[in-house]
């Protein structure tokens, strides 16, 4: 804060002492000259009045004889006591009928010569007279009659006295203003010196009084000021015993006591920062610390990251040269190498290949190629011992090492020391070697590393390798896959020609076409013919299954009615129904609507457990049932045959199975039909279960959506 | 009037037997071919009645041979039976497609067969046995 501003801070709480006492002063002050000039304006009127009535009143009585008998001469002596008197302005006598009998005083030229109003009675009022104001005061001329002599005798007054009286005139007594209100302005003249003398007074003694109280004010603020600034040994001379020297006391109370605090502090400060001292080298010594871990935590992270890469790249890609060469990429960031090459021993276990390099030229290469290799445990080649022993080899200085083969190569190349790791376990046909430019031992946490990535990488060769081979095999197994569906059909055509003669001879010859067949020769050939219906059977079924395990049926979508569908079914088996002897009956609600599938394979569903139910039923009824039930049409078979065990239901499904292998023998069939009516049935969005009670019966049942989507075997 | 005759293309020999053996008690006239083909030639030099074709013919197939057929004016309006083996979903649309007027699945029925023909071209009454 600035002095200016700190000064006019102060001078603006004088200024407000000061100006908050002047105005009740000032108010004060006009207030009463106000009321003074008031009170004796109205003091001055009232005599004023007073004296013109007196005047107006005695000229009244003084007029009467004068009036009564018009005589001027009488008038003017009575007027003459009235215009004695300095104020009055002018005087006139007036007539009972109005005529004016006399007139007496300075300004009686100025008055207008009318009558200017009644004059039988009492009054006085403001008139002006050419711009002049006076005060006209009115006064009646009575002339008393004498007593009658009846009201003598008889002692009694016969009229009231009113009556008695009579108004012979009127005198018009004006006394001029301008006396009057010289004297107010005299007056309000003195009350004005008197209040304006007061005022100065007043404020020369509120400037001394404020002055008096803000000047300790300005004092202490001083002194504050000062402390604040840090002069805290600064006393503030106490001079008054009132609040503010009770103030200035206590402030210096305060500064002393502040005093002793500021100088704790400042001790307080100083061990503060040594502390802070002391804190800065620990804290810098610990930083120092974390950073060192924190290098070396990067570092374990940074081999983390490397394996995961290697990871990621053996996980990615299955090409053998790609995920060598990011291996070798990687092996050469761990290790701070130059260079980087992998080298595989031949099948014959005498030359060296090289599968994968970084950094090494050409001639190296070349060298490491046609040297001869073995796996030696004594050998002075460090690859030919790794092989042998499966263990890391290290040359610390190829410049000292001799028997290294390709040394001069190496040193040319400025290659100085070589850390070779085996890829797999002794015996392994595969190197890695890592070369480095500076001459010396790596550590063991970075041999320990290139050894699990040179393990790891053992893996991914194989994978590579395998994948290789299977890559292969899957296109052979394309092709074979592209030929099935030839395959299938070339087979169904080769086995339908010949079965189509057979059956269709057998027919003829059965129908007699051939001549007159004998009673014993029809058991054969119906058996034939049952034979080669069966045959089929198995043929269509295999092939069905073929085709969807192929995922190569796609149902014909199209509408179809289900009564319809179901008595297809009734009718291809009601001969064989009819031959066993079996009640075959159908139950499908009228109300049903259009469906929308494959209708085909919906007949070969129901007539495959159709079919089964008339195989496993000796005696009684088999019924094919269809409705609708939340949206989905439910096919229903049920037969009161042998039924199936329990813990056979679930099975029943599988291919090739039959509750009973004997049972297919017994009944036929070729144990595929639950199995693709499933498949079917799960095409269309369905499913297919069943329920039976062994002696008792068995009930299949399938649902499918009453429209089907498009739906494929898979 | 001469009696209807029925084109058979069918490369198995037993088959073509079987077809002859079927239509021996009827009034029709039976041709054969062995392959599409011979098929063709047959059909645009005899102008047979109905046409039997197999689906799988050597040298040209019978949904190939139908399409040809249907394709001549000669042959526009033959009913052709195509006679399919069930090897693949779809044989039958594609002989259908192709042209055929019907179609019968191998291993048929005699019987079966021949009341197709006769609902087809409906044999000349009082002539044959």
């Known amino acids: ?714 | 009037m001469s009696a209807k005759t029925i084109l058979y293309v069918e490369d198995n020999e037993v088959n073509r037997r079987l077809v002859q053996d079927i239509l021996r008690p009827t009034s029709y006239k039976l041709l054969e071919a062995p392959d599409g083909e011979s098929g063709m030639a047959m059909a645009r030099q005899e102008h047979p009645d109905l046409i039997l074709m197999d689906v799988q013919l050597p040298k040209v197939s019978g949904i190939e041979a139908t399409r040809t057929l249907r394709g001549e004016p000669g042959t526009a309006n033959t009913p052709i039976i195509a006679i399919t083996s069930f090897a693949l979903a779809g044989d039958e649309q594609k002989a259908l497609e192709a042209g055929a007027t019907a179609y019968m699945a191998k291993p048929y029925s005699p019987r079966d067969l021949l009341g197709l023909i006769r609902r087809l071209l409906p044999e000349d009454q009082g002539s044959g046995g």
């Open chain 1, 1 to 714: 804060m600035s002095p200016r501003r700190r000064f006019r801070g102060f001078s603006s709480f004088r200024t407000r002492v000061f100006w908050s006492v002047v105005p009740i002063v000032v108010s004060f002050l006009v207030f009463q000259a106000w009321m003074n000039i008031r009170e004796h304006r109205r003091l001055v009127t009232e005599e004023f009045e007073k004296r013109g009535r007196a005047l107006a009143a005695n000229l009244g009585f003084a007029s009467e004889l004068g009036a009564f008998s018009e005589d001027t001469q009488l008038l003017a002596v009575a007027m003459r006591g009235a215009l004695r008197n300095p104020d009055v302005a002018y005087v006139i006598v007036h007539a009972g009928d109005g005529r004016i009998l006399a007139t007496g005083g300075r300004q009686v030229t100025v008055v207008a010569q009318s009558a200017g109003g009644p004059i039988d009675r009492t009054q006085s009022r403001h008139v002006e007279h050419a711009g002049q104001r006076f005060i006209e005061f009115v006064s009646p001329i009575v002339s008393e009659e004498t007593q009658t002599p009846d009201e003598v005798l008889m002692g009694t007054r016969i009229r009231p006295q009113t009556e008695r009286e009579k108004v012979i005139g009127g005198v018009r007594v004006g006394l001029a203003l301008a006396g009057v209100e010289e004297q107010v302005r005299a007056l309000a003249k003195l009350w004005g010196g008197i209040t304006l003398a007061f005022l100065m007074v007043s404020a020369v003694v509120i400037y001394a009084f404020s002055r008096r109280i803000t000047k300790p004010v300005k004092q202490l603020t001083e002194q504050a000021q000062k402390i604040a600034d840090g002069h805290l040994e600064e006393q503030i001379a106490v001079q008054s015993r009132d609040e503010i020297g009770q103030l200035a006391t206590a402030f210096n109370r305060m500064t002393g006591s502040l005093q002793v605090t500021m100088t704790d502090r400042a001790q307080a400060l100083a061990e503060l920062q040594e502390l802070n001292r002391t804190l800065e080298d620990r804290i810098r010594q610990r930083t120092l610390e974390l950073e060192e871990r924190g290098v070396a935590l990067e570092r374990s992270l940074e081999d983390v990251r490397a394996m995961g890469e290697v990871s990621r790249a053996i996980g990615s890609s299955l090409d053998l040269g790609e995920v060598l060469d990011t291996i070798s990429t990687h092996a050469l960031h761990l290790a701070g190498a130059a260079a980087c090459g992998i080298f595989e021993l031949d099948a014959a276990r005498e030359h060296l290949m090289v599968v994968s390099s970084v950094g090494l030229d050409e001639q190296i290469l070349k060298i490491l190629e046609g040297a001869r290799a073995s796996a030696e445990a004594g050998s002075d080649d460090p690859i030919a011992r790794v092989l042998a022993i499966g263990q890391p080899v290290q040359i610390p200085d190829l410049a000292v090492d001799a028997g290294v083969p390709g040394q001069k190569e190496y040193l040319q190349a400025g290659l100085r020391a070589l850390l070779a790791l085996p890829m797999g376990s002794a015996g392994a046909s595969h190197v890695m070697v890592v070369y480095r430019r500076e001459p010396g031992r790596l550590d063991e946490r970075a041999v320990e590393l290139l050894s699990t990535l040179a393990n790891q990488s053992r893996v991914a060769i194989d994978n590579a390798r395998l994948f290789k081979e299977l890559d292969g095999k899957s296109r052979q197994l394309e092709a074979a896959s592209r030929h099935k569906s030839d395959f299938l059909a070339n087979v169904s055509h080769e086995l339908r020609t010949p079965m189509n003669a057979i059956l269709g001879f057998n027919e003829l010859i059965l129908d007699q076409a051939y001549g007159p067949i004998s009673k014993d020769m029809r058991r054969p050939l119906t058996d034939i013919q049952q034979s080669g219906k069966h045959l089929l059977r198995v043929i269509n079924d295999v092939l069905d299954l073929s085709k969807i395990e192929a995922g190569r049926m796609q149902l014909v979508l199209g509408e179809y009615a289900v009564a319809d569908t179901v008595a297809a079914v009734r009718a291809s088996l009601a001969s064989l129904a009819m031959e066993k002897g079996l009640e075959f009956v159908t139950s499908v609600p009228e109300d049903l609507p259009l469906a929308y599938g494959d209708s085909k394979r919906i007949v070969q569903c129901l007539t495959n457990l159709a079919g089964n139910a008339l195989k496993f039923t000796q005696k009684g009824r088999v019924e094919i049932g269809a409705e609708s039930v939340n949206g989905e049409l439910r096919f229903r078979v049920s037969d009161t045959g042998i039924g199936i065990p329990r813990e056979r239901i679930g099975g029943l499904f599988a291919e090739f199975q039959q509750a009973d292998a004997t049972i297919a023998r017994d009944f036929g069939g070729t144990g595929l039909g639950l199995s693709i009516t499933k498949r079917f049935v799960e095409m269309h969005g369905g499913r297919v279960w069943a329920e039976s009670e062994v002696g008792r019966g068995s009930t299949f049942f399938f649902a499918i959506p009453l429209r089907a989507e498009a739906g494929r075997s898979s």
